[in-house]
């Protein structure tokens, strides 16, 4: 998937990154005073945090390349032994008002608690133990005409719980978080839904629900159907076939279709 665009940082955040910087050094210092081997450098607090990249990672937060987010904060806060509250006052106190909130969707009438709020009275510690955040970005899939999405960002993230994670196979590291703009996929999908993405699956499954991409379409939903002979139809789950008539991709068409992620979740008003 195309990264996001990044937008500069407001000045909270600069603040934030800026508070995170001083937490670095001073951690670097303690390590260096009480003769730890390896020292902690940037390298080693992203492996602590279990990132891929990890100077690079690291070294963009500290510097105001990338905003903090909610999971970065707290993986970030206990490796320099410091409160979340002392980095991001803002994004720390959104686990407090989370614990005050109600936002536990249903699914065939089984508490999946895909994105429930942090228990009350609960540290922070045995929260991130729990659950897992996804980025939110801005773009938009079309549930109707496509989206071209020029511009993109991490907006935010949404939590969700490990256990349930597991029990549908999939990677942390491959989940995003977009939102569907209209209602050809309805019921399945209404308008302004939110979408979870396993963006590693790229293949397309006969029956299954995917974010596409095209150069002349932009982003849509669609269910991918297979046809007798090898070819894919994009279908709406819309019964209104006037407005939303199937797509038929011939052999030489489906290479300009490009799958971003498999549609594994969808939460929304009902």
Request: proline content about 5%.
């Amino acid at each position: 998937m195309t990264k996001p665009i990044r937008t500069p940082l407001n000045q909270e955040q600069l603040n934030d990154a800026a508070r995170l910087k001083d937490a670095y050094r001073n951690a670097v210092k303690a390590s260096k005073d009480k003769g730890e081997s390896p020292a902690l450098n940037q390298f080693e607090v992203g492996a602590r945090c279990g990132w891929s990249s990890p100077q690079s990672t690291v070294s963009q937060y500290l510097n105001g390349k990338v905003a903090l987010n909610l999971d970065a904060l707290i993986k970030l806060a206990e490796v320099f032994g410091v409160k979340p509250w002392d980095i991001s006052p803002s994004l720390a106190d959104g686990i407090r008002r989370a614990a005050g909130e109600t936002a536990v969707h249903m699914h065939s009438g089984r508490d999946l608690a895909a994105n429930s709020p942090f228990p009350a009275g609960s540290d922070i510690e045995a929260a991130e133990e729990k659950y897992v955040h996804v980025p939110q970005y801005s773009a938009k899939a079309a549930a109707g005409i496509g989206h071209e999405n020029p511009h993109v960002e991490s907006i935010a993230t949404l939590a969700f719980k490990r256990d349930w994670l597991r029990t549908k196979g999939v990677k942390p590291e491959s989940l995003i978080v977009i939102y569907a703009d209209g209602d050809s996929m309805w019921p399945t999908i209404n308008d302004h839904d939110v979408l979870l993405l396993d963006t590693s699956k790229t293949e397309p499954v006969d029956g299954q629900v995917f974010v596409l991409t095209s150069a002349d379409k932009g982003s849509i939903v669609k269910r991918v159907v297979k046809t007798p002979l090898g070819g894919w139809i994009l279908r709406s789950d819309n019964d209104d076939c006037d407005d939303y008539a199937d797509i038929v991709l011939v052999r030489s068409e489906v290479n300009e279709h490009r799958i971003i992620g498999k549609v594994i979740w969808r939460g929304g008003d009902l």
